[in-house]
């Protein structure tokens, strides 16, 4: 069974900088992906950044602003968030798959409001 546990979110204002981290424990034979979704309240969770094969995926509302990064040795990955946004508001999920299942962390919130 692998675990995901996030850390970095919090209360930020309009225009600032967050990062958040994600590190997956537990039995972990070969992550195929791993990514960043979010879910806004009202609205259904959405991919926000993945990294998986060699390669980095995007939300086009993220493009430009949020980084994605990670150490597949040691099964992390971040996401660095600038220019934040309202719209950027969100429980923030780090997800990752294997050949057997696909795994999701509790969430870590993000609101930005001035």
């Known amino acids: 069974q692998v675990r995901l546990v996030e850390s970095g979110g919090g209360l930020v204002q309009p225009g600032e900088s967050l990062r958040l981290h994600c590190e997956a424990s537990g039995v972990i034979f070969a992550l195929n992906a791993m990514a960043w979704y979010r879910q806004a309240p009202g609205h259904q969770r959405e991919l926000v950044a993945m990294?998986?094969?060699?390669?980095?995926n995007y939300a086009d509302s993220v493009k430009g602003r949020f980084t994605v990064s990670g150490e597949g040795a040691e099964n992390t990955i971040d996401l660095q968030m600038n220019s934040l946004n309202a719209e950027d508001t969100a429980v923030y999920y780090c997800?990752?798959?294997?050949?057997?299942?696909?795994?999701w962390g509790q969430g870590t919130q993000v609101t930005v409001s001035s």
């Open positions: 990294m998986g094969n060699g390669h980095t």
């Open positions: 997800y990752a798959n294997d050949i057997f299942s696909h795994y």
